[in-house]
């Protein structure tokens, strides 16, 4: 799964969706550029609902990186 955050998110609203993830037990890798922070989820994502993370404060978009067969 990958989180984008909006440009405009704060350090908190940044800070909040990690200690969300981590509660869901998960980790993940952030990648912060110029404009954008990027936050890639490791873990078992598959019963994170994309909607439940989309609706997190300074999230812009939410993927999920599809299954392999």
């Known amino acids: 799964m990958l989180i984008i955050m909006k440009k ?12 969300f ?8 890798h952030q990648s912060t550029g110029s404009d954008r922070v990027i936050l890639g989820v490791v873990g078992d994502t ?5 909607e439940q993370v989309r609706t997190q404060s300074g999230v812009l978009e939410v993927f999920r990186i599809p299954e392999e067969d």
């Open 46 to 50: 598959q019963n994170i609902s994309e």
């Open 8 to 19: 405009s998110a704060s350090e908190k609203e940044l800070e909040k969706i990690k200690e």
């Open 21 to 28: 993830l981590v509660e869901l037990d998960c980790d993940f």
